[in-house]
């Protein structure tokens, strides 16, 4: 999870560097300098987060109890300042979504006041919010675009290649690099693979700036759609076998009712 972290860190602050490039997406574009200004109060908002509003949590959270009227107090807190972190990050001409997910980013551990946080919030977002994105995503689609043998060519080519690149990377450096057993990197990989909310917003965020056309839109929604349902089997596949006298459970790779964790 960490490193999907790292991953979604990166992917957004080149998301937040294209954005800077083509002035925020605004439209005539801003003056010559819009890019530096973008970039520049992108940098301040992050080093704001970690560095004077990361502290302010981390006495609330120490403050709080786990069960009393300020811990739920401080929960409403933290969704707030969420909101409010999306908000800025808009402003200034980034995503709404890299603000909301620094500030989770920047959220103190101690005392659980983060996954208490998750708790609360968790049940709201999964079951509302983001399947209302994806169908705004779906409504967005059209898959009468992907006609012919030479569109669906392409559709099987961005997934082998979406699938074998992430695979194909993460089992490598899990192998070699840190010496992880070859099911575990490859259920890693699998993992890796998935992809999900981060790939639909630059998809959208393309589609709105009119670098991606319709047809290459919807191929890369299914590529998207695709890589995420395969992943469950997958993963099902590679832990088919339950573990048994003979057989030494993994540490930390135990599957529970089939679930994958995309990243």
Known sequence: MAAAAVNDVFAWTLLALALAVSGGGREPKGPPLAPVYILSSGAVFVAFT??????????L???????????NLACSCAVACALLAGAVTDA?????????????????????????IGEKVTPLVSGLMLPL??????????VDNVQ???AWGMVVLVVAVAVV????????VAVDGTG???????????????????ELIVLNIGKEKKVLDDTTFAIFVIMALTTTVIATPLMTAL?????????PEIDGMELKGGDACPA
Do not use: W
Request: net charge positive; hydrophobic share 45%.
């Open 92 to 116: 200034i001409g980034v995503h709404p979504v890299f603000g909301a997910f620094m500030f989770g980013l920047a959220m103190p551990r101690e005392d659980g006041f983060a996954e208490r």
């Open 61 to 71: 959270a120490r403050r709080a109890g786990p069960c009393s009227s300020d811990g």
């Open 148 to 150: 012919g043998v030479a």
């Open 165 to 172: 690149g992430k695979f194909t990377g993460t089992f490598a």
């Open 50 to 59: 970690f560095f004077a509003l990361r502290p302010l949590m981390a006495r």
């Open 180 to 198: 992880m057993g070859r099911r575990e990197a490859a259920a890693l990989g699998v993992a890796m693979s998935a992809k999900g909310l981060v």
């Open 133 to 142: 994105y994806f169908a705004t995503s779906g409504l967005h689609t059209n």
């Open 239 to 247: 832990y088919r076998h339950q573990s048994t006298a003979t057989t």
